[in-house]
């Protein structure tokens, strides 16, 4: 039995509960949620809430694949790699609250909580379908446990043209790769083509790597290619296509060819065409940051200037206060040496 057995179990298992079944197609799924029944939720609580508890896990857990049927977002499929990182984080995410030190209800809420995060990645992992070209999947079928192969694919095998610009002398890298690559089946090799004027083609590379490599480029390097990654299906699942500039590296030595070349007269003569100046955006540029700058570094005198103006005036009110306080007080001393004079005067004469 076994690795053959634990398909079928995982399907009974699906049948003998409500509709609906996905992320307990697989065994270890299966294996992990008795755990909980037989060891870990015993620990936390009696016989008759174990029971409740344990059909709440498992109605939440089938309840994954209760989502809203669309063609761009899930459709009762998940890719089989896609599968595999649901259930690796549902399992790594229930051992880390299984062996935590959290006991008693703060444990099931926890356990709670991580169902739902669970469900939301299973509803993110369902809906990474492909975006451009055709793709080979293996699906996980989740209200019948079945896993197929089936043909994901768009209006066209075709994923867009690429515009490559170089210098001469630099290397030339044509990528081929898309992100859903790795998660299809039935794919053979990347073949470049480099497409000539006469719409010719010529096999510059057959081989896994998804990446052309040219180390140096020359200037008649410059063209269209095309990249094809074949399927055993006898389809291609992506094509894409190069346009390829390669700029030299003197400009003054350089021949214009094609488009850019300069037209003949009907003598054979070549006429060249002086391109129109541009705009001296430059010069206009220039004027209009030096007044900038000259209008802020005014606005700094003037302000250096009223802080100094303030600064004098401040220094002189307390120089004033300073030489009237003495003053004061030497009168205030007078007045009061006149009044006692007075008084005494006053004593001596009534004696």
């Given at each position: 039995?076994?690795p053959?057995?634990?398909l079928?179990l995982?399907a009974?298992?699906?049948?003998?509960?409500?509709?609906?079944c996905c992320?307990?197609?697989?065994?270890?799924?299966?294996?992990?949620?008795k755990s909980?029944?037989?060891?870990y939720?015993?620990?936390?609580?009696?016989p008759a809430?174990?029971n409740?508890t344990?059909?709440m896990?498992?109605r939440?857990?089938?309840g994954?694949?209760d989502?809203?049927?669309?063609?761009?977002?899930y459709m009762?499929?998940?890719?089989?790699?896609?599968?595999?990182m649901?259930i690796t984080?549902?399992?790594?995410?229930?051992?880390?609250i299984t062996?935590?030190?959290?006991?008693?209800?703060?444990s099931v809420?926890?356990l709670?909580?991580m169902?739902?995060?669970e469900?939301i990645?299973?509803?993110?992992?369902a809906?990474?379908f492909?975006?451009?070209g055709?793709m080979?999947?293996?699906?996980?079928?989740?209200d019948?446990c079945s896993?197929?192969?089936?043909?994901?694919?768009?209006?066209?095998e075709?994923?867009?043209?690429?515009?490559?610009?170089i210098h001469?002398h630099?290397?030339l890298?044509l990528?081929c790769?898309?992100?859903?690559h790795?998660?299809?089946?039935?794919?053979?090799?990347y073949?470049?083509?480099r497409v000539w004027?006469n719409?010719?083609?010529?096999?510059l590379?057959?081989g896994?790597d998804p990446?052309f490599?040219r180390?140096?480029?020359?200037?008649?390097d410059?063209?269209?290619?095309?990249?094809?990654?074949?399927?055993?299906?006898?389809r291609?699942s992506?094509?894409i296509?190069?346009?390829?500039?390669?700029?030299?590296?003197?400009?003054?030595?350089?021949?214009?060819?094609g488009?850019?070349?300069p037209?003949k007269?009907?003598?054979?003569?070549?006429t060249?065409?002086t391109?129109?100046?541009?705009?001296e955006?430059t010069?206009v540029?220039?004027?209009?940051?030096?007044?900038?700058?000259?209008?802020?570094?005014?606005?700094l005198?003037?302000c250096l200037l009223?802080?100094?103006i303030a600064?004098?005036?401040?220094?002189?009110?307390?120089r004033?206060r300073?030489?009237?306080k003495p003053?004061?007080?030497?009168?205030?001393i007078?007045?009061?040496?006149?009044?006692?004079s007075?008084?005494?005067?006053?004593k001596m004469?009534?004696k």
């Amino acid at each position: 039995m076994g690795p053959c057995f634990a398909l079928p179990l995982a399907a009974l298992a699906c049948f003998l509960l409500p509709a609906g079944c996905c992320v307990m197609c697989d065994n270890r799924i299966l294996a992990a949620l008795k755990s909980l029944e037989t060891d870990y939720l015993p620990k936390l609580m009696g016989p008759a809430e174990v029971n409740s508890t344990y059909a709440m896990i498992v109605r939440t857990v089938k309840g994954f694949s209760d989502l809203p049927y669309t063609k761009q977002t899930y459709m009762g499929a998940i890719g089989e790699k896609r599968y595999e990182m649901v259930i690796t984080s549902f399992l790594k995410n229930l051992k880390n609250i299984t062996e935590s030190k959290t006991k008693g209800k703060q444990s099931v809420e926890n356990l709670k909580e991580m169902l739902r995060l669970e469900k939301i990645n299973f509803a993110f992992q369902a809906s990474m379908f492909q975006k451009e070209g055709a793709m080979f999947q293996s699906l996980i079928w989740c209200d019948y446990c079945s896993k197929q192969v089936q043909l994901c694919k768009k209006k066209t095998e075709e994923c867009g043209d690429r515009v490559e610009e170089i210098h001469e002398h630099e290397a030339l890298n044509l990528n081929c790769f898309l992100d859903w690559h790795k998660e299809a089946v039935g794919l053979t090799n990347y073949v470049f083509y480099r497409v000539w004027e006469n719409n010719s083609e010529t096999v510059l590379y057959s081989g896994k790597d998804p990446v052309f490599n040219r180390p140096s480029a020359s200037v008649n390097d410059s063209g269209k290619y095309r990249c094809e990654l074949g399927t055993i299906y006898n389809r291609p699942s992506t094509i894409i296509h190069f346009l390829v500039t390669v700029l030299p590296r003197d400009l003054e030595g350089w021949k214009p060819t094609g488009e850019f070349a300069p037209a003949k007269t009907e003598g054979g003569k070549i006429t060249s065409v002086t391109p129109s100046p541009e705009p001296e955006t430059t010069t206009v540029k220039h004027q209009e940051v030096k007044s900038m700058l000259k209008g802020r570094i005014y606005g700094l005198l003037i302000c250096l200037l009223i802080i100094l103006i303030a600064a004098i005036i401040f220094w002189l009110v307390t120089r004033k206060r300073k030489k009237t306080k003495p003053k004061s007080s030497q009168a205030s001393i007078d007045s009061k040496s006149s009044r006692i004079s007075r008084k005494a005067s006053s004593k001596m004469q009534k004696k």
